[in-house]
């Protein structure tokens, strides 16, 4: 694990790649207002038909740094058997105090692939863990503030959405830097969606997302909590 830096944000997410294509607009577009943005990955994505463990590691980097993050950790996990249980918490409690992020984004918790599904409750419940003072885990106590859940390609309930046109270059240069994933040659060879071009998906996506709050590309996040809004004349947007 590299050294912890002191974070505003940190998205949690199964794969690496994972938070490139759901929240990476997001990521790109904090980091440019001069926020400290993060990534932890809880596998190394080993399972994946394509690539291995050594090119998904350095391919995480490139994205990283495309991201412009200020911290990138793996956890090591394993791939496609991420467990909800009390250890894997506890590590994911460490990365949370010694990154101390007031802003979380995990994945939003129904998904198809098992892996997204243990991590965005592992996330929930490593924010809670983090805060208790006599719980075991290296670092000061600490809480974020606000958890927000990232869509995937089938969510539908979202609480609101991110205006990232002006980060969608770099959204599709991070996702292109997984190389072993997403190469034309790959996804040829592709068994799951032979052919489809992930660059098409995610253009498709967020354009759809982007129409419904009139700007070109836009990515969608779902809260568990409802949104404070004390002055709903002056809410952003247009109903009709
Ligand atoms: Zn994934």
């Not at 350095?58 to 996990?77: C, D, K």
């Amino acid at each position: 694990m590299p050294d912890y830096k002191k974070l505003d944000i940190l998205a949690i997410a199964a794969h690496p790649d994972d938070i490139e294509i759901t929240c990476g607009g997001f990521m790109i577009k904090m980091s440019s207002l001069g926020r400290a943005v993060g990534a932890l990955d809880l596998t190394a994505g080993e399972m994946g038909t394509f690539g291995n463990e050594k090119d998904r590691s350095a391919e995480a980097a490139a994205a990283a740094e495309i991201m412009n993050l200020s911290w990138r950790g793996n956890l090591g996990m394993p791939d496609s058997a991420v467990e909800i249980n009390q250890e894997n918490k506890l590590k994911i409690a460490e990365v949370i105090r010694m990154t101390r992020p007031e802003l979380v984004v995990l994945p939003h918790w129904e998904q198809r692939h098992p892996d997204h599904a243990a991590c965005s409750r592992l996330g929930f419940d490593a924010c809670f863990l983090a805060g208790l003072k006599k719980i075991k885990v290296e670092g000061e106590p600490f809480r974020p503030r606000k958890i927000i859940y990232a869509s995937y390609f089938r969510n539908r309930d979202h609480s609101f959405l991110v205006d990232i046109t002006d980060s969608m270059e770099f959204k599709c240069k991070a996702i292109a830097a997984y190389r072993s994933q997403f190469a034309e040659e790959v996804v040829a060879k592709r068994i799951f969606m032979p052919g489809v071009d992930i660059y098409e998906m995610v253009r498709i996506r967020a354009a759809q997302l982007g129409q419904q709050i009139g700007v070109q590309y836009a990515e969608a996040f779902t809260m568990k909590e409802p949104i404070r809004y004390d002055d709903p004349q002056k809410m952003p947007g247009q109903s009709i």
